[in-house]
């Protein structure tokens, strides 16, 4: 461990400069990894679901539709062009309705009125519709410009599209609570007002390179893609903090940085391995027979590595380039030292 601590210090540049570029790649990779929004795909194999959409696929040809959209308000013949404009959307493989199952020449008092119910009541139209797999939200967007806001579309389609639509949401509004109150915390208890730039910066770093290195797997949930980054953060920032910690305590004693930074790296090693514990506690998850549990635990696991190693080595780096920046930036405390603390707790 000694002679990895000194190669840290010693290569401080290098090294700062390989994560930044390997975060620059990551966040251009992190574009190119494939989202599911299909929670479907995740069923056990074995699910009463899974086994029927199995039977369908091989019994019919024809796919199976995965959505109903409803339009109030139309006559008969306004209904059937509806239908033609509904096929003619953007990500629409088919539209099923009452002209595919009756003759409409016929008066409609003359159907049967159990089969006429369910395409058209009342002046009110519901079509099946089958929406191209990853087209879920084109498809629906260009169906609600032809409905209007009166006209409303359900099934898996739609909570696919609407999906899409919620997750960059969740995560910014997520992010912006989370970082805030981290930040915030950081800057009352810290001793330099630059030590909390660095901490999100190594955990940042890690984070980037996390979602780009994704694009090595087939595909992740969208639910993996929203929680990740945020536990990934919540769950690593201890680790940077306990080794710019002792960085800072050892500087105390010790007047070489360098030394004082290969001493901190290896006080702080059994300490930042509780990042096994964490990760032992993800990897649980890849045992779920619900495909979400492995998808989530996998990326999990590889995120609090990769922000292990980002601590270990990066932080280390980037604290020595800017430690005169640490020392022109070290305020006094706003929150004191809570001294006898310690003592009151044991007893």
Not at 6 to 26: G, Q
Not at 84 to 104: F, N, T
Not at 159 to 185: K, M, N
Not at 198 to 227: C, D, E, H, P, R
């Amino acid at each position: 461990m000694d002679r990895v601590a000194r190669w840290i210090t010693e290569h401080s540049r290098l090294i700062v400069a390989f994560f930044a570029a390997a975060a620059i790649v990551c966040a251009v990779l992190f574009f190119g990894v494939k989202v599911n929004y299909d929670m479907t795909a995740y069923l056990p194999a074995d699910a009463e679901s899974t086994v029927a959409l199995q039977i369908m696929q091989e019994e019919f040809s024809a796919s199976v539709p995965n959505a109903r959209v409803m339009v109030p308000g139309l006559t008969l013949t306004q209904a059937q062009a509806m239908k033609a404009e509904i096929e003619a959307a953007p990500g629409i493989e088919g539209v099923m309705w009452l002209d595919d199952v009756a003759d409409l020449k016929t008066p409609l008092e003359m159907l049967d009125k159990a089969v006429v119910d369910q395409y058209y009541r009342d002046g009110t139209a519901l079509y099946d519709v089958t929406i191209a797999t990853d087209m879920e939200l084109e498809a629906t967007d260009a169906i609600y410009e032809l409905i209007g806001e009166e006209g409303g579309i359900s099934g898996n389609a739609a909570s696919v599209a609407y999906s899409r639509r919620q997750v960059l949401t969740e995560v910014l509004g997520a992010s912006s609570v989370l970082v805030p109150v981290i930040i915030l915390i950081l800057v009352l208890t810290t001793t330099s007002w630059i030590a909390p730039a660095l901490f999100l910066i190594t955990i940042g770093v890690a984070v980037l390179i996390n979602m780009g290195t994704n694009i090595f797997f087939k595909s992740i949930s969208y639910i993996t893609q929203s929680v990740s980054p945020i536990l990934q953060l919540a769950v690593s920032l201890d680790y940077a903090i306990f080794l710019l910690t002792a960085f800072e305590n050892l500087r105390r004693t010790e007047p070489d940085v360098e030394s004082a930074m290969v001493k901190a790296i290896k006080q702080s090693f059994v300490s930042i391995a509780s990042a096994a514990t964490t990760g032992f506690g993800f990897f649980a998850l890849i045992f779920m027979r619900f495909g979400i549990g492995s998808d989530l635990g996998m990326n999990l696991v590889k995120g609090v590595t990769i922000s292990y190693i980002s601590v270990v080595v990066f932080l280390p780096a980037l604290a020595l380039r800017t430690v005169k920046l640490l020392d022109k930036t070290a305020p006094l405390p706003i929150i004191p030292a809570p001294h006898g603390i310690g003592r009151v707790l044991v007893k």
